[in-house]
């Protein structure tokens, strides 16, 4: 009888989460994924000046638009100037991603896929939480496996 009322706290326990999982079941999935140190964003990790802002702004609406019309290679120099002129934004990161790789299936061009797995990283070093950062690092994963270069 001891032994089945010490079963039953044991597991009364482990529902209301005050034992830690032992299984690696039980744990969530996150997929793994390479993150850079934050220092190789760059110089400028807080919000740039007034002038660069608005460069920005015009740049990152300038890809946006070029991107919702299909317009892929001016959405990518577009938005590429946005993230040169604001690193840590995580809007243009995650834009430019999706323009690079969108291009890279397009011209099925490995680099370019490379670089938009790049620019993810940079977003997960951001946000590591960002479900549609971590949505595209697998995107882009998988698209790199089928490329697979050295075959």
């Not at 994924?33 to 990152?60: C, Q």
């Not at 890809?63 to 590429?80: Q, T, V």
Request: glycine letters at 4%; charged letters at 25%.
């Amino acid at each position: 009888m001891p032994a089945v009322r010490l079963a039953i706290i044991i597991l009364a326990a482990s529902f209301c989460g005050l034992l830690p999982a032992t299984s690696p079941a039980a744990r969530p999935w996150k997929p793994s994924i390479h993150v850079p140190p934050t220092e190789r964003l760059g110089r400028r990790m807080s919000a740039p000046d007034a002038p660069t802002m608005k460069r920005f702004a015009a740049s990152l609406e300038q890809g946006r638009l070029m991107l919702s019309h299909g317009k892929y290679e001016k959405a990518r120099a577009a938005l590429a100037k946005a993230v040169d002129l604001y690193p840590a934004h995580l809007g243009a990161r995650l834009d430019l991603a999706r323009v690079l790789l969108t291009l890279g299936y397009l011209k099925w061009d490995y680099e370019l896929v490379k670089k938009a797995q790049g620019n993810i990283a940079q977003a997960i070093t951001l946000a590591p939480d960002n479900e549609q950062a971590r949505l595209l690092s697998t995107m882009i994963r998988t698209l790199m496996q089928r490329m697979r270069p050295d075959k």
